[in-house]
T-cell receptor, first 111, second 115 residues
Framework: DAKTTQPNSMESNEEEPVHLPCNHSTISGTDYIHWYRQLPSQGPEYVIHGLTSNVNNRMASLAIAEDRKSSTLILHRATLRDAAVYYCILHYGGATNKLIFGTGTLLAVQP | GAVVSQHPSRVICKSGTSVKIECRSLDFQATTMFWYRQFPKQSLMLMATSNEGSKATYEQGVEKDKFLINHASLTLSTLTVTSAHPEDSSFYIC???????????FGQGTRLTVV
């Protein structure tokens, strides 16, 4: 499985944008870039995913580098409820294919 | 989105006993479910892939005789921790995908404490 590298932790202020980086230099052409987050004492939840083009949804935006070797999850206005561990995962799709979690980035949001 | 439900959310058991954790897909059928374990301040570690109607596939280093997985229907997988010991105390999480979704859906997790 191709690996991802994320900073261990980041801090943000409430209502400010947050840019969470992820490096995946060994990504293959069929790998999707997935982001999940895990709030304390809960199971992870899906945030967003993409293949080549930038993606937007109600939770966040995903900016993917042209060479696909890195990506950035963008939270446009951080709230206290966004404090979580954010995981960037490469996955080539399919209901039977497993997700392998890295260490993730612990995001702290200050009021 | 699809819902995956785990039960119980918390369990305390005595050392040497067995504990069963259930994972249900509430509004979709899942031929494949995944079981993870998470120790405090660590990431999720995949334990096994649960396959409906067949044997589970275990990750390297996970004892299949200790962590029994049964996936007897398209909406239910169970993980039984046999002869539990304090070192098995952890947060256990299951996940599944629908047939058409790319994203995975996770249960709320089960906190197991072995005393």
């Amino acid at each position: 499985d191709a690996k991802t590298t994320q900073p261990n932790s980041m801090e943000s202020n409430e209502e400010e944008p947050v840019h969470l980086p992820c490096n995946h230099s060994t990504i293959s052409g069929t790998d999707y870039i997935h982001w999940y987050r895990q709030l304390p004492s809960q199971g992870p939840e899906y945030v967003i995913h993409g293949l080549t083009s930038n993606v937007n949804n109600r939770m966040a935006s995903l900016a993917i580098a042209e060479d696909r070797k890195s990506s950035t999850l963008i939270l446009h206005r951080a709230t206290l409820r966004d404090a979580a561990v954010y995981y960037c995962i490469l996955h080539y799709g399919g209901a039977t294919n497993k997700l392998i979690f890295g260490t993730g980035t612990l995001l702290a949001v200050q009021p | 989105g699809a819902v995956v439900s785990q039960h119980p959310s918390r369990v305390i058991c005595k050392s040497g006993t067995s504990v069963k954790i259930e994972c249900r897909s509430l509004d979709f059928q899942a031929t494949t479910m995944f079981w993870y374990r998470q120790f405090p301040k660590q990431s999720l570690m995949l334990m096994a892939t649960s396959n409906e109607g067949s044997k589970a596939t275990y990750e390297q280093g996970v004892e299949k005789d200790k962590f029994l997985i049964n996936h007897a229907s398209l909406t239910l997988s169970t993980l039984t921790v046999t002869s539990a010991h304090p070192e098995d105390s952890s947060f256990y999480i299951c996940s599944a995908r629908t047939g058409t979704s790319t994203e995975a859906f996770f249960g709320q997790g089960t906190r197991l404490t072995v005393v």
